[in-house]
């Protein structure tokens, strides 16, 4: 019995816009700017007994914002970016 492997052929993915090539980059999916607020605010609520019902939850979305990331697609040419699908988030979805 002889078992043939299958060839894996890789597609470059090409920019709709300008037909430039496509590279992988992971950028921040929320403003870091925003996030840091948000921290520094919650920080700054936390400081008061009644201020902890609304500063520790700032706190914790300030940090994810600061923290999350997404992966994406980057045009060489144009820096035109489109959002990229992980076998991972498919697999979430079902």
Not at 33 to 51: E, H, N, Q, R, T
Not at 63 to 82: D, F, L, R, T
Request: aromatic share 8%; with cysteine; net charge positive.
């Amino acid at each position: 019995m002889v078992v043939q492997e299958e060839s894996i052929t890789r597609k470059e993915v090409l920019c709709k816009a300008c037909g430039g090539r496509m590279k992988k980059a992971i950028v921040s999916k929320h403003s870091k700017k925003f996030g840091g607020f948000l921290i520094a605010s919650g920080v700054g609520c936390s400081l008061f007994w009644i201020g902890l019902v609304l500063g520790v939850p700032l706190l914790v979305m300030g940090i994810y914002m600061v923290a999350a990331k997404k992966p994406v697609w980057v045009c060489s040419e144009c820096q035109s970016v489109v959002d990229r699908y992980v076998k991972e988030s498919l697999t979430a979805l079902n």
